[in-house]
């Protein structure tokens, strides 16, 4: 691992879809670039992106039943310490995994059969408070360009990197008063400036429409809560996007944290962690983020193998989520004090090197100060 | 109207499969569908011009390798978000062996 700092002059990036940085990515041609990407025999890639109904159908079935059977304990229990930990389990299966089905269901890559992909798309999309129309639309524009300053509508830490906000977003907090603006804000008809510039006209009155959906069961959720003079009704709908969201940032700051942004190699911007049974479950594989950046068609249960077929050509994996912190928050202090700072992954001797020419220091496209 | 083009091998595509054709500056994508018939439709994506053929054939669906947008490759609709426009289809004919493609 080595650290890289571009220039010892402090330079301000502008993370918006419609300002110089956006405009910066788009003449350099770090916009809608060509990527790196291992090459792998067209037989055996085939062999990874097929599609099957039978790995998602299993994680589906268990994870609904897991959240039946731990909000039903969690409703037994209710008024009682007993509930505590089966709302938290609850809540990690609710706000955290739903993250991991939208994704890969959103990429159409999780069941075979598409209207499975859809429905369990949109089940998760209201689970984690996100419109999905506005989400599909920005997370196709995320593996356009990925961490591109401008243009990427998904980058989870802007530098320098503001560490109280990350922190509460373990909780929700920001994440949840931000997206429920937007939804409130989609229900009554308006779009964001940013929001305009990634999804097409044509599309913009689906954005509306599920918005107005999302905003109802929530409406009808926080009436129940009236209603019935209790909180159980927002612990089941809403709330778990608050106390069960700490796995879904704990992983996903893992993703592309301190590592390099305004380049076209995901081996430069993206991070692969070894992690645990129960974590790769509920994240669904994700933790193979190399791998899936550079091959988005391959679906989660397939991975594994993929991983094991490119990691000759890949920086080694971190091998633990604490070993992934034990790399990111360091750089992260280090951003605070010089924001052009980032880890520079180191390649196996094997490797195909870093392609320097596109990332050199002028590169690097600045936002006017 | 223009004539025939010759585009590859009938064996060259393995069935449910497509590869790339490149002919004068311009890309394109030949199919062989799992029922043994062979289609031409443009070669790169309408929503972000990324060669098709490094995507999945399905049946009739290609998906495209990037942001896994699906369009039927037999008429070119394009079948939902992140793709809204279609594709262009082009007619084939296989003769000797070899697969042809009518450019406009």
């Known amino acids: 691992m080595s650290a890289v700092s571009f220039s010892s002059d402090f330079v301000k990036r502008d993370y918006s879809l419609t300002g110089p940085s956006a405009r910066s990515a788009v003449e350099t041609g770090l916009a809608s670039a060509e990527w790196y990407h291992t090459e792998i025999p067209r037989k055996a890639m085939k062999e990874l992106m097929q599609r099957s109904d039978g790995p998602a159908i299993r994680d589906t079935v268990l994870w609904l039943s897991l959240l039946v059977v731990t909000a039903a304990a969690g409703i037994f229990f209710w008024g009682s310490w007993w509930a505590v930990p089966f709302f938290f389990a609850y809540g990690a299966l609710y706000g955290s995994a739903s993250d991991a089905r939208w994704h890969e269901c959103g990429h159409g890559t999780a069941f075979k059969t598409r209207w499975m992909n859809d429905a369990v798309y949109q089940i998760a999309s209201f689970m984690v408070m996100r419109n999905p129309v506005t989400w599909r639309w920005s997370h196709a524009r995320h593996h356009t360009d990925t961490i591109i300053v401008g243009r990427d509508a998904e980058i989870a830490v802007m530098r320098p990197p503001d560490l109280f906000r990350l922190a509460a977003n373990f909780f929700g907090i920001f994440d949840v008063w931000y997206g429920m603006k937007a939804l409130i804000a989609n229900a009554f008809g308006v779009l964001s400036a940013d929001e305009k510039d990634f999804i097409p006209e044509m599309e913009r009155r689906k954005a509306i429409n599920a918005a107005r959906v999302h905003v109802a069961i929530y409406a009808a959720a926080v009436l129940a809560a009236l209603g019935f003079g209790s909180w159980l009704p927002l612990v089941l709908i809403g709330g778990p996007r608050l106390y069960g969201c700490w796995h879904m940032v704990m992983v996903g700051l893992l993703q592309h944290g301190g590592l390099a942004d305004n380049v076209n190699d995901h081996r430069l911007n993206s991070r692969t962690v070894y992690m645990n049974p129960v974590s790769r479950f509920l994240y669904m594989n994700m933790n193979y983020h190399v791998e899936h950046h550079m091959f988005p068609m391959v679906p989660f249960h397939a991975l594994p193998r993929l991983h094991e077929m490119i990691k000759h050509d890949l920086p080694a994996p971190n091998t633990s989520i604490l070993d992934g912190y034990r790399e990111m928050l360091p750089a992260f202090l280090r951003q605070l004090r010089n924001e052009d700072y980032f880890l520079k992954r180191e390649l196996p001797a094997t490797a195909k090197p870093y392609r320097e020419e596109f990332h050199r220091e002028d590169s690097v496209p600045i936002a006017a100060e | ?104």
């Open chain 2, 1 to 104: 109207m223009a004539g025939w083009i010759e585009a590859c091998g009938a064996d060259d595509v393995d069935e449910e499969d497509v590869i790339r054709f490149d002919h004068e500056g311009r890309t394109f994508a030949i199919y062989r569908s799992p029922d043994d018939e062979y289609f031409a439709t443009d070669g790169l994506c309408t929503h972000e011009k990324i060669h098709l053929a490094d995507g999945l054939v399905m049946d009739d669906i290609i998906e495209c390798p990037k942001h896994n947008g699906r369009f039927n490759y037999k008429t070119g609709q394009a079948k939902g978000a992140p793709v809204c426009v279609n594709l262009k289809t082009y007619p084939v004919k296989v003769e000797g062996g070899q697969v042809f493609v009518q450019i406009d």
